[in-house]
Every structure is written in C-alpha cells, then in structure tokens.
C-alpha cells in the first residue's frame, strides 16, 4: 500500500512538472537558452530522490545543468534532433546508492522521454518562426526599400499597413504622417481629391475586382494595381500596389514624337518620288503636240503646265494642304489631259455644300494619283467619249472623295499596259497606298478600289477615299 501511494505521489509529481515544462515551452517571448535553463530546473521536481539524481540538457554548445549535476557511471541518454539538424541530448545520473527503484525509475525514464520529444518539436517550431521572422523582415525591407507604392485599407477605407515610401509620399505631399488605422482624408482638406477619386475604387477592389488604373497628381504618373483581400472566402480589404511611370511616359511620348517625324521623313521622300513620277506624264503630253506640230496647243498646254508645277511644288512641300488647293490643282490636271486627249471625257466634279474647302485640310497630293490613273489607264484605252467623275461630301467627321470613270476597268486596262510597256509599275498609286500606310494612323485615311459593271460587263472603275477632317 505504502508502495503505491509512493507510485501515485511519483506520477502526479510528473505530470505537474511535465505541464509546467509543457507552459514554459509555449513561450515565444523568450529566448531559447532561458527556456532550456528553466526546464532543466523543474525536473527535479519529478524524481523520487532529489539528492542522488542530476540532468543536464546539451543543444549544440549550448549546456544546461541542476545545480547538483555530476558525471556518474549510471546515466540515461534521451537523444533528439529538431527540424533545421540541430542535434541535442537529455543527460540524466543516478549516484550510487540511489533511493529509486526501478519501477520508480521506469516512470521517470517515460517522463525524460516525453520531455526530449518535447523540445525536439520546440526547437523546430522556434525555427520555423526565426525562417517566418527572417522572411517578413525581408520582405519589409524589400518592400520598404523598393520604388513601388504599397497599403492597404479595410472596408472602411481605413489602413492595415503600408511602406515606407508610401509613407514618403503622403507625407511630402500632404504634410502628415500616416498612421494604421487611420482613414487618410480624416481633417485634411487638401486629401479630399483622394477621398473623392479613390472611394469608388476602393468599392471596386472590394467587390473582388482585380484592376489597374493610371492616376496623376502635380505632373507626377503611378500605375496602380489594386486586389482584393481575402479572408474565410470575404473580402476583408484591399492592396494597393503603385508604380511611377512618369519616366516612362515620358520616354513613350518621346518615341512617338520621334516616330512621327521618322514617318514624316519617309512621306517627304514618297513626295520626292511622286513628283516626277507626274511630271513625266505631262512632258510626254506636251511632246506629243510639239511632234504633231501642233504650236498652239503646244504654248497653251505648256501654259497650264508650267501653272501645274507651280502648284505641285507648292502641295509637296507641306505634308498637308487646305482642300482648294488640292482641288485647284486636280482642275488643272484634269484641264491639261483633256487638252492632250482632245474632249476624249466629259469632267464632272461635285462639292456638297457643306464641305468647306477653304478651312479642310488634306494629305497633299492624295487624290492626283487616282485621277491620273483614272484617264490615262481607264478612259484613255475607251474607245468611244467617257466620263469622269470626282466628288467631295462630309459623313459625320470624315471626308468622303470618289473618283469615278466609265472607262475599261481595271482588268482591260492592265491588259494593255502589259502589251505595250510590260515592264512599267504604276508608281503614283503604289507610291500613294505606301503614303496611306504611314498616315492612317494620323489622319484615319482609307482607300477602297470598286470594280464597277454593268451586266457583267466592266464599266469602270470608282475609288473611295475616306479622311479624317483637319481643320
């Protein structure tokens, strides 16, 4: 009876000391070698003799002691290993002549047991929170370090958290320090901008829309990225991560600018080329009369001629031109073949009266290739009189151009040229599509060729130009 009540007082004494040891090694407030003291403390408290018995705790250099502690040659070695490899021992001696007996000492030996599985899991959880530790520190000095604009609010707009270089800029901006918890615009009138405009993106990111905006302030551009956060399947708040662009949309703007006047460079040199492309065409003209002796019509279409270059030095020069101008010389133009191919067509030209030619400006030189290939190609292989028809009208903000003959179409007229100059390319078209490449971006110009019949038989050709109105 004496025996087990001895048992029973030995047990209770080591689940005392086992819960105790259980609480001191809950705490992450103190540091590792204060807490192994501290357990190698309690464990006498469990032992049946005090005085015969002595431990020691060793976790790598580190060596923790009873007051008492000896080497004995009885001792129990409970060996453990904690997650990061850190390898360590409970030591517990037994002086001769020891009081406890075995049973005792079997109970004592499941308690020391207990206790290094114990501090193995403790170990490992004190690591995993210095890797937790060391990461958050990182990653607040990553983030604090970084250019990016990082907070966060609650729906309430107010701040779980933020860095420092948010909190640079509030503070240079506005003059106040922000603080967590606190809503930025609370008795700060020159934040109302913020409250105003921010709100309803707030809403949004806490609607569980993930989104990015570009917003200034005094010149100065951020793109911003803002998420929802999610806790237990609710949005709880939102992150705002911000980005300074300015540079980049400064750079962008640059090689815009540097774009354009590269494509500009490019149409000057189209110009160039177009140019003599066109006065070709009218010196074979003025040739033609001077072989078929012909003076007077030679000085008068020599006349017009001299008239058209004139214009058409003045057209190429600018990349654009008011609309009269472009129409003045189409006229002219359209004078001159007439002359050479001696009333072969009939010109009608219409202008909507709400077309305002003199405030309109046009691409220069846009329309003159079409027309030329109009007569030269579609009326001129006609057999009997044809017709040519050019029209300007206003739809919404564009400038809508047709040029329309009857003449043989496109498919004849190809035919012809290959028989009779098969190694010519029609430049002031091929020359003009390339220009309305470069400057569809610009003006909104378009162009579509129409083959026209007339029961099933080719009956022209219609071009429709669309542009966009400068004025």
């Not at 009138?189 to 707030?202: A, I, K, V």
């Not at 490449?437 to 429709?464: C, F, H, Q, W, Y």
Request: hydrophobic share 40%; aromatic share 8%.
């Amino acid at each position: 009876m004496e025996q087990n009540t001895s048992l029973f007082e030995g047990e209770t004494r080591a689940l005392r000391v086992l819960y105790k040891c259980n609480q001191v090694l809950q705490r992450r407030d103190v540091p590792v070698h204060a807490v192994l003291e501290e357990i190698v403390q309690l464990l006498p408290n469990s032992w049946q003799d005090i005085d015969s018995t002595c431990a020691r705790i060793v976790v790598a250099e580190m060596e923790f002691a009873t007051p008492n502690y000896v080497q004995t040659s009885d001792v129990e070695c409970f060996q453990f290993t904690s997650k990061d490899g850190l390898q360590g021992r409970l030591e517990v001696a037994y002086a001769a002549g020891s009081k406890t007996t075995n049973e005792q000492r079997s109970k004592e030996k499941e308690l020391h047991t207990m206790l290094a599985d114990m501090i193995s899991i403790y170990l490992s959880r004190r690591f995993d929170e210095d890797i937790v530790r060391k990461a958050e520190s990182n990653q607040r000095a990553m983030v604090d370090n970084t250019n990016f604009i990082v907070w966060s609010v609650n729906r309430d707009y107010q701040l779980i958290s933020f860095n420092k270089p948010f909190a640079n800029i509030i503070k240079h901006r506005f003059g106040t320090t922000p603080q967590v918890g606190q809503r930025l615009t609370d008795g700060i009138d020159r934040l109302n901008r913020l409250r105003d405009e921010w709100s309803p993106l707030y809403d949004k990111a806490l609607g569980g829309e993930t989104f990015k905006i570009t917003w200034g302030f005094n010149e100065v551009y951020h793109e911003y990225t803002l998420n929802p956060i999610i806790e237990d399947a609710k949005v709880i708040g939102a992150t705002i991560f911000g980005e300074d662009i300015t540079e980049r949309l400064r750079l962008e703007k640059e090689m815009q600018i540097m774009n354009k006047r590269l494509a500009e460079s490019r149409l000057m040199a189209i110009r160039a080329a177009m140019n003599p492309h066109f006065i070709f065409n009218c010196l074979n003209s003025i040739q033609y009369y001077i072989m078929e002796n012909d003076q007077r019509s030679a000085v008068k279409y020599l006349s017009k001629f001299s008239k058209l270059i004139r214009a058409t030095l003045d057209n190429s020069v600018h990349s654009k031109g008011r609309l009269s101008a472009a129409i003045d010389l189409i006229i002219l133009y359209v004078e001159l073949e007439t002359l050479r191919f001696e009333g072969k067509f009939d010109f009608k030209l219409e202008i909507d009266p709400s077309v305002d030619i003199e405030s309109i400006e046009i691409p220069s030189l846009l329309i003159q290739p079409y027309v030329e290939n109009a007569i030269v190609h579609g009326l001129n292989n006609k057999k009997d009189k044809g017709s040519l028809r050019i029209s300007f009208a206003l739809q919404e903000k564009m400038l809508y151009i047709e040029v329309e003959d009857d003449g043989v179409g496109r498919k004849a007229a190809a035919e012809v040229k290959k028989s009779s100059q098969p190694e010519h390319r029609s430049l002031g078209v091929m020359l003009t599509e390339e220009r309305l490449k470069l400057i569809n971006g610009e003006t909104g110009a378009l162009v579509e060729t129409v083959d026209l019949e007339r029961k099933g038989v080719p009956s022209g050709t219609l071009v429709k130009i669309l542009v966009k109105v400068v004025e």
